[in-house]
């Protein structure tokens, strides 16, 4: 059975950073893709950052490049996304997610993901 749990969100102000991290569970198959999504109030789920497990391929969002940096810590089992020069359009709950449709080329659709976390929220104040 497929657990993730995110922690590290938080409110900041303009410019600051915060780092999220989503615990993975040990009970898990191989392949997989998994990696970080956001949803704002009345927006749709958007693919933040995606990595994938043979290859350790990475995407970002054209919005978060050079601003976010996806990490997978093997000593914690956890998958991180630390996030700097954060700005209010940043403010959404972020979610991870996983799933073993692997990809050469990660998905960053979330309709490719079956298993969520609860969410943190991060928020950025002007």
């Known amino acids: 059975q497929v657990q993730l749990v995110e922690s590290g969100g938080g409110s900041v102000q303009s410019g600051g950073s915060l780092t999220l991290s989503c615990v993975i569970s040990?009970?898990?198959?191989?392949?997989?893709?998994m990696g970080w999504f956001r949803q704002a109030p009345g927006k749709e789920r958007e693919g933040v950052a995606v990595?994938?497990?043979?290859?350790?391929?990475?995407r970002y969002a054209e919005f978060v490049k050079g601003r976010f940096t996806l990490s997978r810590d093997n000593a914690k089992n956890t998958l991180d996304l630390q996030m700097n020069s954060l700005q209010p359009e940043d403010t959404a709950m972020y979610y991870c997610?996983?799933?073993?449709?692997?990809?050469?080329?990660?998905?960053?659709?979330?309709?490719?993901?079956?298993?969520w976390g609860q969410g943190t929220q991060v928020t950025v104040s002007s």
């Open positions: 040990k009970l898990r198959g191989s392949p997989y893709q």
């Open positions: 997610g996983e799933t073993f449709k692997w990809n050469r080329q990660p998905s960053l659709s979330p309709t490719q993901y079956t298993y």
């Open positions: 990595i994938e497990d043979i290859y350790w391929t990475m």
